[in-house]
């Protein structure tokens, strides 16, 4: 097949020098948003297609690919590729990629930044100075920092262990991993999951998901915590039950909740919610970001350009 037959479909908008590199590989049609693509316009646009560059708002399975029988390849610009059968591609014989690395250091780094949000009370203090109503110093919005504080971090892959790299010079007393498969970090301190909630400050979720993570964190996990316990939520919505973490909030025992990720992202699960709830999305004692984890300009360019060179490598028969 000639280059000029290729077909490719990205499902967001794109940097314009990523844009230039696809048009030298084929026919680019490219999805200008906002929002996302519904299930029947992906087939659609999808059918004529030798490759698709997506993102995390599709859901890739069998039944979409075999609407595209032109498809060689599905380069997913994303770490977490749970929306996407990558077994359903291989039986197929559809080359699938996905980035990995790319979005490891800022997502972690979002993490932290997050915990001091939350546990230093930055939005309501925030809020206090726009009103209007800030008159000086005054002995309030006494918070949790990082220092001497027992944290644990749930899910010990790259994310995890980037994290956990972080929150060091921070001189927390103590970092617990969980993990079963994963060896801890040096500096941090393995241990089973109640045996971490039984003394965590903060708790961050960075955990992929996967059959054995959905709803890992549910009420009881929640109780067994420490009253006032911060958690951080950086891995993936589903990971954590978040109407029992809402009454966790309600009733005073969670002191905190801040999130990138939300149950209803996760599009891989047909019983997610639709929304977050708004009880949650309102409550005082939260801090919540819309999915920031790798939105630094230069990561974001970079992970592009990671998808297209798994479709290059496809289209000009390098793989």
């Known amino acids: 097949m000639s280059t000029s037959a290729h077909r490719i479909l990205v499902t967001q908008p794109i940097h314009a020098e990523v844009h230039a590199r696809l048009r030298r590989l084929g026919e680019v049609d490219v999805f200008p948003g906002p929002g996302a693509l519904t299930p029947e316009a992906l087939a659609e646009r999808l059918r004529p297609c030798t490759a698709l560059m997506g993102f995390m708002t599709d859901r890739v399975d069998d039944a979409l690919l075999a609407q595209a029988p032109q498809l060689r390849v599905v380069s997913a610009a994303l770490k977490g590729y749970d929306s996407y059968d990558a077994a359903a591609c291989a039986r197929r014989g559809i080359h699938f990629a996905s980035v990995p690395d790319l979005l490891t250091a800022p997502t972690a780094e979002l993490g932290v930044g997050l915990a001091i949000a939350l ?63 994963a060896p801890p970090p040096s500096g941090v301190v393995r241990v089973g999951l109640d045996a971490a909630l039984a003394t965590a400050d903060f708790v961050f979720l960075t955990a992929p998901l996967q059959p054995d993570t959905i709803g890992l964190i549910g009420a009881e996990q929640i109780a067994r915590t420490p009253p006032g316990c911060l958690w951080v939520n950086i891995g993936r919505g589903s990971v954590v039950d978040e109407a029992a973490l809402l009454a966790g909030l309600q009733s005073g025992h969670v002191g905190g909740y801040a999130a990138d990720v939300f149950a209803f992202e996760d599009w891989s699960l047909p019983d997610r919610p639709r929304e977050i709830a708004p009880a949650l999305r309102e ?25 297209v060179d798994a479709i290059e490598r496809v289209l000009v028969g390098a793989a």
Not at 122 to 127: E, K, P, R
Not at 283 to 307: C, D, Q
């Open 119 to 181: 546990g230093r009370h930055v939005l309501a203090g925030d809020a206090q100075v726009r009103s209007g109503q800030f008159a000086g110093w005054r002995p309030q919005f006494y918070g949790r920092g990082l220092v001497s504080a027992q944290v644990a971090v749930i899910g010990l892959g790259k994310l995890g262990r980037a994290l956990c790299l972080r929150l060091r010079p921070f001189g927390c007393r103590s970092i617990m991993g969980v993990d079963p498969n």
């Open 283 to 307: 409550h005082p004692r939260t801090v919540f970001t819309p999915h920031l984890g790798s939105a630094v300009r230069e990561v974001r360019l970079a992970i592009e350009h990671a998808a």
